[in-house]
């Protein structure tokens, strides 16, 4: 008996090292009480003291696009019901898009992929290489489509291997490859041109899926025109809602509505080109109706062009007078992967089974229009007090998802709790992060005018 009692003894004691090896309580300290808080402040006010801007000598802009389909076999990313399959073949092709800008003093990049995101990988690839070619990660700003059918096989981590497939290095060089070559490609048709802003309610095509009708949501499909002194024509457009139309079902490569719209856009006869950047996609999915996914994919982007075409000849162009470009590293809460509501898994089992990322907030400014990119599934029910300040700061704001790093879901603070997928399993950073990016949004923007 006192052997059983011993052995019982050690396994309980072995159980409650375990525990308190491994799990922890979740930080609940008030926001502006936290040490990250007080260095992101110590940082923002830096900045502001520090930051310059001149008059451009003049605005130039060019575009182009490379075909990203790998000839190999990929898993496809997206869904972890896929368990890692491998892609079946090709329902339309993937691609990276890119703009590149000249003011007379820097260059800058927009560049855009179709696919889940712009992976960590890729981006550390890109801090490498883009001084081969004169630029450095901070002048390129970067967003995905956020199709779930696209490349995958680019994390080497258990969780991002659940939606990415087996890891494989040679995903990582192409896509980092293409990038450069985008870039390089459109850099040789720079020519002066005028930019323009719209943004058009479109309510109807999208929802919170989040908590419904219980909260609120992002309808608008934003729209920035550059016009080239020759005429041409290319339109950058995010709206706010996944691109999901495709299930875990499908097993071929396709760039979902974002790329059907772009394809409909560019069969405009005034339009020469066109680009999809996710927007603030987090809680947000697509309405879409028809017979099967890709009778909702065309009438969804048939809907969402509609809406552009009857507009985009009226979008008042301006000379651009400054550009400038930004990266802010994020302070962060230790990682809060949670495991009930009140309790985490320790950083270290975190940091062991997630791929490390950069933690960063993106800025473009072109002009009086003004890209923020965040590393992050960004929800779209935050964007409403970072339209405001912009509107008092006399901007025009497109927040982005997906920007070179990722660290989960970022979501209203309101929903911390709710045992659901965004807010429970993806929710990665700990509670009052919702407040606290629109805070670091809306100081940048300050920063910047």
């Not at 024509?233 to 691109?243: D, E, K, P, Q, R």
């Not at 997906?402 to 979501?411: D, K, L, P």
């Amino acid at each position: 008996m006192k052997f059983l009692r011993r052995l019982i003894m050690t396994f309980g004691l072995g159980i409650i090292f375990c525990l308190i090896a491994t799990i922890a309580p979740v930080d609940k300290t008030p926001l502006n009480e936290s040490r990250h808080y007080q260095l992101a402040q110590q940082k923002l006010d830096s900045l502001n003291s520090s930051y310059t801007s001149q008059e451009s000598k003049y605005f130039k802009a060019g575009w182009a696009k490379t075909n990203i389909t790998p000839h190999y076999p990929l898993p496809l990313a997206g869904y972890g019901a896929r368990k890692g399959t491998l892609v079946a073949t090709v329902h339309d092709s993937v691609w990276a898009r890119g703009f590149v800008f000249d003011d007379g003093f820097n260059n800058s990049a927009i560049i855009t992929l179709d696919a889940l995101i712009i992976p960590p990988a890729v981006t550390e690839a890109l801090r490498i290489r883009l001084p081969e070619i004169g630029y450095s990660l901070d002048q390129i700003f970067m967003s995905a489509t956020h199709t779930h059918c696209s490349v995958g096989g680019w994390a080497n981590s258990w969780i991002g291997t659940q939606f990415a497939g087996e890891y494989q290095s040679e995903i990582v060089s192409d896509l980092a490859d293409a990038i450069i070559a985008t870039i390089k490609k459109a850099e040789a048709k720079l020519i002066s041109a005028k930019v323009g802003y719209a943004r058009y309610d479109a309510s109807p095509f999208t929802r919170n899926r989040l908590v419904g009708e219980k909260g609120s949501r992002d309808p608008w499909l934003r729209v920035v025109k550059i016009q080239q002194e020759s005429g041409a024509v290319a339109l950058i457009t995010t709206f706010a809602a996944h691109a999901t139309v495709l299930s875990h079902r499908q097993m071929n490569y396709s760039r979902d509505y974002p790329g059907a719209l772009v394809d409909s856009l560019e069969n405009l006869t005034n339009v020469d080109f066109a680009a999809f950047c996710a927007g603030a996609v987090g809680s947000h999915s697509p309405v879409a109706k028809g017979e099967n996914s890709f009778d909702r994919i065309s009438l969804l982007a048939s809907n969402l062009t509609a809406i552009i075409s009857a507009n985009v000849s009226g979008i008042a162009m301006d000379e651009v007078q400054q550009t400038s470009t930004i990266q802010f590293d994020i302070p962060l809460r230790k990682p809060h992967m949670r495991v009930a509501t009140n309790w985490r898994v320790r950083p270290w089992i975190f940091k062991k089974i997630t791929d490390a990322s950069p933690a960063y907030i993106s800025l473009l400014r072109i002009g009086n229009i003004a890209f923020i990119g965040t590393p992050c599934d960004f929800s779209g029910e935050l964007t409403a007090a970072i339209d405001e300040r912009a509107n008092a700061l006399d901007l025009d704001v497109l927040v982005t998802s997906f920007n070179g790093g990722y660290i989960g879901y970022i979501t209203k603070d309101e929903w911390y709790n709710l045992k659901e997928y965004e807010t429970f399993v993806m929710n990665w950073y700990g509670p009052y992060n919702g407040a606290y990016f629109v805070g670091l949004i809306q100081r940048l923007l300050e920063v910047i005018t």
